[in-house]
Each structure stands twice: as C-alpha cells, then as structure tokens.
C-alpha cells in the first residue's frame, strides 16, 4: 500500500494567512472605487426592499445585477451592518455614505469573507507533496491580483474564487457530485463563472456513465436533482413573484458594448486596432470610409460595438467564438475525464472566456490566473508558464488604481509577488533537479553519470528564457512612458494612448498563455 504524503503542516498555513490578513489590514484606507458604494447600496436594498422588488429598484444607478445567493449573501451582511452604523443600510440617506464605520466595516467583510479562499487551499494541498503544498500559498493566499482587486478597489472574489477551488478540490479526489454542486453554487453567486460550464458538464456527463448504464443514470439523476434544487432555492422566489424575466436582463446587459471602458487585453483589442488601421488607410487612399459615432479609443462604452471596416461583432458571435476556443478542452475531458486534469481544463475555459467574451472585464483575469497556480507546481513548463502569465496579468490592473498613492502599493506588491515566484518556483525545482542528479544512477562512478548529473544540474533548475525576459523587461518600457515620458512629450495629447499601450502589451501575453494552455491540453496523454 502506497503511503500518502504527509500534509503540510497547519502552522504554516496559518503563518500565510496571518501575514496576507496583516497586509489587508493596511490597505484599509486606500483607494475606494465605484465598487464600494455599489455593494454598499446593495445591503441598503436587499436590506430596505421586498425581494420582489431587489432587481426592478432605481433609487440609485448601480442596480442589482448579480444573481440571488450575492443578493442573499449581502442581506446576511446587512445584519451585522444595521448594528455598526444604521445609515449603512438606509436606502435614501445612506447613498454615496463614506463614513469610517462603513468604510472599517466593508473592509473587513471582504477580509473575513476569504477565509474561503483559505480553507479552500487547505483542502487542495492536505495530501499533496509538502514542498508542493507550500508553493501554493505565496501564489494564492498571497496574490497581489486579489489584493489589488479585492482590498484596494473592493470586491468579493477571493469569496467566490474559494468556492471555485473547492470544488475542483473535490473533482479532483473524485467526488463529482459535491464538486457540481458547488459550482451550481458559485454560479448562483456569480453567473461570469458561466464560461467553464460547458467543461464541466462534458466531464461530469463522461463520468457519470463510467461503468454500467444504470449506475451511470442513477449518477446524472442524482446531480441533476442536486442541481436543480439548487437553482429552485436561487431563482424559485424570483419566479413566484414574477422577477424572473427581468433578473435575466439585468444579470445580462448585452446593450453595455464589446468592450468596458478599459479595454481588457483580449483578442478584441487586436480587433479593434485592426479596424482602426485599416480605416486610416483607406481613408488616406481616398476611399469613402464613414467613421462611427462611438469611439472604443476614447473609453466609452455604448450600446453597440461600431466597427469601421471589419464586420460588426455581436454578442452571438462571441458565444460562437469562446465554444469554438473550447472545443478541444471538451474533445479531451469527454474522451478521457481524468480527475487531475480538472484544474487545468477550467482555467483553460476561463482563458478562453476571457480572450474572446463579451464586455470583458480586466478583473476577470482573477478567474483563470488563480486555478492556474494548482498547475504550477505539476511540472517545470508549468511553472515558467505560470511566472509569466501572473506578472503580465497582475500589471494589466494597474490602470485599475490610477491615483499617485497608491502606485508605489501596486509597483512594491508586483515586485514582492515576483521575488516570492521565483524564490518558491527555484526551491522547488532546483530542489528536485539535484535530487535528480545525485540519484543512484548518478552515483555509479563512471564519467557517463558525472556527465549526467552535470546536465540535470543545470537544466532541470528553473529559469527564465531569454525570450520571457525580454517581454517582462518591455513592461518596463510601456510603464516608463505612461507614468514619466508621454506627460512630458504629449503632454494631454492622446490621453488614451497609455491605457491602450498596456492593453495591447499584455494582449500578446495572455494570447500566448492561452496558446501555450491550448497546446498542452492537445499534446496531453490520452
């Protein structure tokens, strides 16, 4: 009988969350987005109003528009709210309410809230290799993604993202039932986690029929019902009331435009400099060429995406594009529904969403960079792959903290997240490359093993290529000009040209990180 690798030790975890907890602590007073007041008016709502009224109120702009368990979650916020400070949840007085004690209290939601994420990162490395399970949480517990996204600019993801990781947690010991239902779950929190719902009902479809027909029946049956009732406890209030139809169009605005404000480094971002390309050509070669009124380079989001040249691009066309993206991950987890292959498929499909989606949003880049760090540790591609991917993505949401202080907090948490990278991944790696060199076969003596170990000594470290290094040194370059050179060259001339610099920039890294995903889905072992 095979022993199962002890657990990293419990103390250790604690320390990582105790330091991350620390550091959340700090951030409390810095910069707040829209988004505060959003989740702030959202207690006042749930809190003041009928249920059948939660997704049709307009007392103020930022309506509802997240599915019924957020809604749920935020009435059991408003609770403790009402105690702290009762303006909090007053739907008239306490719109665009910035005290301390709402401030003090969000925060701490947020933070409180990620003990989620923790346990869900306990579960995952209980049985995994020590040094394996230690590599996991500066890349999760740790990541400045979330910390940015969730504790500067507020949000609830590292909530939702525990909820994400604990059931690939249980898809990956097997438990298909518990890990379908968690994701019925999460979608119920969230319905942007939608993307990954074609993976999973392709591998649980081939699962459930593994063995007997009848088994196989019992098993879908058996989810389906899960399932199901876990819809009916989301929407079924909603239906009684007659909300269902309009919770549907406000869950999904299709009138918001292509792209958001910022344009989220994806395939569209090609798309549209293409368009814009061709349209100055032509128009210099004298053709008649009738720009559109809604302009993407100037930020605004309308209800259509006007194209120039190329052809119109339609939320349908989209839907199209992300299933055509998916089609090789769907081939692969129905013709060999491989338990340890879960983590990767689902990032895979996030990638997918989040390149060719519809008004993408950058922050979305939080929902294939986090289920990708359980990969990192698989082998050494990985984790190349992985270094590269969470710098590129973690600099694409800096536009997303603009104010002067808070940039040294942005620059100082990508430099630290860095350092923790590459001191974890060559622990690890370098660790196992001299394992490997000095094995027995190393030993023998002869100068064929010398030879040998000499060569995994120095191969089977981690390191970065030349090619790698060139394009993180290019960031430099793009950050140098929007934060020191454009000011002084341009001065307010194309005030759109950084933001769109560093859209374009790490559009080329998440491309090739889904292509690289792409190929190692592809090239996997049957």
Not at 296 to 310: E, R
Request: hydrophobic letters at 50%; one cysteine or more; proline letters at 6%.
């Amino acid at each position: 009988m095979r022993n199962t690798p002890p657990p990293p030790p419990i103390s250790e975890l604690r320390w990582h969350v105790a330091v991350a907890t620390c550091l959340k602590l700090l951030l409390i007073p810095s910069y707040r987005s829209t988004d505060f007041e959003v989740h702030r008016h959202w207690l006042a709502l749930t809190r003041s109003l009928p249920l059948s009224r939660w997704y049709s109120d307009e007392t103020s702009l930022w309506t509802l528009d997240y599915p019924p368990f957020f809604a749920f979650f935020e009435v059991l916020l408003s609770y403790p709210a009402r105690v702290v400070d009762p303006a909090i949840v007053h739907l008239h007085r306490g719109l665009n309410y910035d005290s301390d004690s709402v401030v003090l209290f969000q925060r701490i939601t947020v933070i409180a809230a990620d003990s989620c994420l923790f346990y869900a990162v306990y579960r995952l490395t209980r049985k995994w290799e020590p040094c394996k399970g230690r590599l996991i949480c500066p890349l999760v517990i740790w990541s400045p993604m979330l910390l940015i996204v969730d504790h500067v600019h507020f949000q609830y993801n590292g909530f939702l993202l525990g909820i994400l990781l604990l059931s690939i947690s249980y898809l990956s010991e097997g438990k298909d039932l518990a890990g379908g239902c968690l994701f019925a779950i999460l979608l119920c929190f969230k319905h942007l986690f939608a993307v990954a719902a074609p993976v999973y009902f392709v591998y649980m479809l081939r699962r459930c029929f593994r063995g007997t027909f009848a088994r196989g029946f019992g098993r879908l049956s058996a989810l389906g019902m899960a399932v199901v009732a876990i819809f009916a406890a989301a929407y079924g209030p909603f239906i009684y009331h007659g909300q269902m139809q309009q919770v549907i169009r406000r869950m999904f605005p299709f009138g918001r435009g292509l792209c958001h404000a910022y344009w989220a480094p994806n395939f569209w971002v090609f798309y549209i400099i293409m368009d814009k390309l061709l349209s100055f050509v032509l128009r210099r070669l004298g053709f008649d060429i009738q720009m559109p009124e809604a302009s993407f380079t100037g930020g605004l989001v309308g209800n259509s995406s006007p194209f120039a040249v190329l052809p119109q691009i339609t939320p349908l066309t989209t839907f199209i594009m992300v299933l055509l993206a998916l089609s090789p991950c769907l081939i692969k987890a129905w013709r060999n529904p491989q338990p340890k292959d879960a983590a990767r498929w689902i990032a895979y499909a996030y990638t997918s969403g989040f390149l060719f989606g519809w008004h993408v949003h950058e922050k979305a880049s939080l929902h294939f960079v986090i289920p990708l760090a359980l990969t990192a540790a698989q082998s050494l591609g990985d984790a190349k792959h992985y270094f590269c991917l969470s710098i590129v993505s973690c600099y694409s949401l800096f536009p997303l903290l603009y104010e002067a202080q808070e940039y040294p907090i942005k620059v100082l948490l990508l430099l630290l997240h860095c350092m923790a990278m590459f001191l974890s991944f060559s622990a690890l790696f370098d660790g196992s490359a001299r394992a490997k060199a000095t094995g027995p076969e190393s030993r023998k003596g002869d100068q064929s093993g010398e030879k040998r170990s000499s060569r995994l000594a120095k191969e089977g470290g981690f390191t970065i290529g030349w090619i790698t290094k060139c394009y993180l040194f290019g960031i430099l370059l793009v950050e140098s000009w929007g934060q020191f050179l454009h000011p002084y060259i341009l001065g307010n001339k194309l005030p759109f040209l950084p933001l769109m610099m560093i859209s374009v920039y790490c559009a080329f890294g998440i491309m090739y990180s889904w292509l690289w995903q792409l190929r190692s889905i592809v090239r996997c072992s049957s």
